[in-house]
Nanobody, 125 residues
Framework: QVQLVESGGGLVQAGDSLRLSCAFSGRTFSSYAMGWFRQAPGKEREFVAGINWTGGSTSYADAVKGRFTISRDNAKNTVYLQMNSLKPEDTAVYYC??????????????????WGQGTQVTVSS
C-alpha cells in the first residue's frame, strides 16, 4: 500500500511561516499527482494545493494563493507545502493526498486515492 506521512505542523502566530512535508512510500512517487487538503473542526475537508507529476503545474485554492507554495522533490519522495503569511483561518489539520488515477491534480477529495493521517497547524491571532 501507498503510505503518506505528514510532518511540520505546529503552533505559530499570524504572519509566521511554516513548511509541511509529506513523505511518500510504497509506489512510484514521481508518477503521481499530489495534493494538500485541510480540515477545520466541524468543517468539510477542503482543497488547498495540487501539483502534477512533474511539478511543473500547480493549483491553489483562492484562500491561499500567493501565500502558499506546493513543491515536490521526486528524488526524496516528498511533497512540501510552504505556508507564508499564515492567518488564523488557516488553522486546520492538513492532509497530504496522492492521486493515482491521473498525473494531474484535482480539487475534490473523491479524486484522491491515498491519504496521510494529517498534521495540525494552529495559527494564533
Amino acid at each position: 500500500q501507498v503510505q503518506l506521512v505528514e510532518s511540520g505542523g505546529g503552533l505559530v502566530q499570524a504572519g509566521d511561516s511554516l513548511r509541511l512535508s509529506c513523505a511518500f512510500s510504497g509506489r512510484t512517487f514521481s508518477s503521481y499527482a499530489m495534493g494538500w487538503f485541510r480540515q477545520a473542526p466541524g468543517k468539510e475537508r477542503e482543497f488547498v494545493a495540487g501539483i502534477n507529476w512533474t511539478g511543473g503545474s500547480t493549483s491553489y485554492a483562492d484562500a491561499v494563493k500567493g501565500r502558499f507554495t506546493i513543491s515536490r522533490d521526486n528524488a526524496k519522495n516528498t511533497v512540501y507545502l510552504q505556508m507564508n503569511s499564515l492567518k488564523p483561518e488557516d488553522t486546520a489539520v492538513y492532509y497530504c493526498a496522492a492521486r493515482v488515477r491521473s498525473r494531474w491534480y484535482a480539487r475534490t477529495v473523491d479524486e484522491y486515492d491515498y491519504w496521510g493521517q494529517g498534521t495540525q497547524v494552529t495559527v494564533s491571532s
